[in-house]
């Protein structure tokens, strides 16, 4: 550490801040250490994470966030088929499907 007066003129020189400006000025003379040094370079940890963020709020876009209320409703009354087809002149083939009645409710 060095302080001098002269005058109206005061220097203080300090030499772990002096180093790192120096490193500063030289990293701007030279503009491909600039675009080398300042890439970004993620761990696999911190790639995962962003990917799980970006997936989340793909969810969120789709679905709707986790504090919001929804509710999906559905209600039927019964489905029915039935085919009929002439055997012979007497008899005929008869086929029929049922369902039952259907009430569906989603609460989110």
């Known amino acids: 550490f ?7 003129v005061t220097a203080i ?6 180093r ?3 490193f500063f000025m030289k990293r701007g003379l030279n503009d491909m250490d600039l675009v080398t040094d300042l890439v970004r370079r993620p761990s696999q ?4 994470k962003e990917l ?11 679905v709707g966030k986790s504090n919001m209320l929804g509710n ?6 019964g ?6 087809d002439h055997y012979n ?7 029929q499907a049922q369902l039952s009645p259907l009430m569906l409710k989603v609460r989110r």
């Not at 060095?2 to 109206?8: H, L, Y």
């Open 2 to 8: 060095v302080f001098a007066r002269i005058g109206q």
């Open 13 to 18: 020189d300090w030499a772990p801040f002096r």
């Open 20 to 22: 790192r400006m120096i």
């Open 45 to 48: 940890d911190a790639l995962m």
């Open 52 to 62: 799980l963020e970006r997936l989340q709020r793909k969810v969120e876009l789709a």
């Open 72 to 77: 999906f409703e559905v209600e039927m009354d």
């Open 79 to 84: 489905i029915q088929g039935r085919t009929v």
């Open 89 to 95: 002149n007497r008899l005929v083939l008869c086929k």
